[in-house]
């Protein structure tokens, strides 16, 4: 069974970025993280929908001007 919630080794290893790298980007906001207590936690989901919008070309939806 997959797991939904990651932590940031597992994160890392999916990323193929250091430990480090993905502490940072989660300190700035930059990944969508959550925080248990003092550790890092990743919804699978978010990752993958993040990879998807790190794609060229792509555009984040509250960036299109639509809506509201």
Known sequence: MREDILTI???AEYLKVTERTLYRLAQEGKIP?????ASWR???ADIDA???AQKPGKVP???T???A
């Open 61 to 63: 939806p509250s960036d």
């Open 65 to 67: 001007g639509e809506g």
């Open 50 to 52: 993040w990879i998807e």
């Open 33 to 37: 993280a959550f925080k248990v207590g």
């Open 42 to 44: 990743f919804k699978r």
């Open 9 to 11: 080794k597992e994160v």
